[in-house]
């Protein structure tokens, strides 16, 4: 309309109108790019408003197989160990069927989910003394830049109940009061024997240190815990499991619209400090798994040993005193797992209640496995066979389908990765590991990406700089008669986990080669043999890039593998 008007004003052709023409045309654009810029960034500030929550939720020794098995109760009827974890978390997204945790202890291994980065690269390479656990912890980059502090640089609230560290605190005096940077909310155990305490323990919140909850000489008659809990309240319940559950239930029912982090980590299934065997279950739990026998897979209590390192080969045959006394941890464990379950079906419901469940990722997993009785090995992790190694990872949230399966190989640093994709943060250190969004969208895919597997539970000469904090390593020596109460073994090592093949160099000399898909309970040592020179050649030479990996380098792929030998 403005145009038309001045055109009769001023005469046809005129540079007046010719130039107006230009300036209105010009606005146009910036009107339009204006716009943009509005839409843009109210598309931004849309998608900053719906950022997920993310809820991870980590139990502590719990192997793979102690997941997936049945149990039969006091009424002869089976029973799936966590119902409520796989109907509400496994059976609404994803299963990684090959989530490995690389480096299998405690420690090292929740430095790498808040990491996202190898032992050898976050510095927690033991769970004690000056390289390990709190200590360790507190001394290397990890402590000022970890995944809390990332979510929490980006805008996010950070909560923390659970296990934390080895030796956050003394044994049991003085209680730590410190809270780790990058923590809103926190509740720990406030030493270290807290951490294999179910009642009669300490905690910290917020800094704080609270007087001990429960009865702190607890034993098999009794000190325990009503049987009407958690429903009597959290002023009469004390059983750790309950504590941690209620109080993080209540974080999320009390959460505004800021987005949060959540991580609980639960003591169980790892032994308790007190007799019997095992962990210590709810009072409403205890001894409903007493019909239920020990599992004997492939490899329990080996027959033949002659083909594995030398620390395995001076383990005598498990006596039967070692075997009731797996039996009963084995009991203890999927009776204290119950209480587990609980707690995620109400973070589930808390979640539901508050509207919050459609927009939060849920993760579930553990730290490392456990023996139980595999290669004559009656109890621990450390050693980086299949059920140490092999632990459960499910996940729902937006966008993960229902019910599907991945059987790429993923591990525990591709945890922080794959939450800094999903919430937008930034990480401030170099990440070893990647994001797994990749592998739910298309389960099918799959990579050469290798996993490092490593262990420096000892003085080492695998990583540089590792001085003698310890006493060196003590072999046991096969010719010097059998041992009793054998349990996993202080090993140093590194290898490689690749394609359809697990690598193994001791830094005492062994070594062990495995087929995984033909030999999962690895019962087939060919490292050495003559048909496999070429595959143990490759393994070797890529073990040799992976050892001393750091950011990038540690996600490359390897190159093709050989195939193995026919038989």
Known sequence: MLISKLKTRYPSGSGTVKDLKRAMKALSGCLAAACAIVAFHSVEVARAAVRPNVVVIQTDDQPLAEFNARWRDLYDNQRRIMPNTMSLIRNKGIEFSKYITPFPVCAPSRASLLSGQYAQNHGVIRIGGPRGGWDAYRDNRIDQENLPVWLQRSGYRTMHFGKFMNNYGGPDFPAETTVPPGWDRWVS???????????????????????????????????????????????????????????????????????????????????????????????????????????????????????????????????????????????????????????????????????????TYIVFTSDNGFFFGEHRINRGKLLPYEPALRVPFVMRGPGIKAGSKSKETVANQDIAPTILKLTGAKARSKIDGRSMIRYWRNTKKRSRRPILLSSYQQATRFIPGDYPDEPPVVTPDATKGAQTSVKAANQNYV????????????????????????????????????????????????????????????????KKWPRPPGR
């Open 189 to 359: 155990d406030a030493t270290d024997n807290s951490t294999r305490e179910f009642y009669g323990y300490q905690q910290n919140i917020d800094g704080l240190i609270t007087d001990r909850l429960g009865y702190p000489y607890y034993d098999m008659a009794g000190g325990k815990d009503p049987v009407g809990c958690p429903d009597l309240g959290q002023t009469l319940c004390n059983y750790h499991t309950d504590s941690m559950n209620i109080q993080a239930e209540s974080e999320i029912r009390g959460a505004g619209s800021q987005p949060f982090y959540l991580q609980i980590d639960y003591h169980t299934p790892h032994g308790d400090s007190r007799p019997p065997s095992g962990p210590e279950p709810a009072n409403r739990d205890y001894d409903t798994a007493l019909r239920t026998e020990s599992p004997k897979p492939p490899g329990y209590n080996e027959p033949g040993i002659s083909d594995k390192p030398s620390f395995i080969r001076s383990n005598p045959r498990l006596s039967a005193g070692e075997i009731f006394q797996m039996k009963i941890e084995y009991q203890k464990s999927i009776e204290a797992l119950q209480s587990v379950d609980d707690g995620v079906k109400g973070i589930v419901d808390a979640l539901r209640e508050t509207g919050k469940l459609k927009n």
């Open 495 to 558: 290898g490689i986990r690749v394609g359809p093949y697990k690598y193994v160099e001791y830094e005492v000399g062994d070594g062990e080669l495995y087929v995984i898909p033909k030999d999962p309970a690895e019962l087939h040592n060919r490292f050495g043999k003559r048909r496999y020179k070429r595959v143990q050649k490759y393994l070797d030479r890529e073990l040799t890039k992976l050892r001393a990996c750091k950011g990038a380098s540690c996600r490359a792929s390897a």
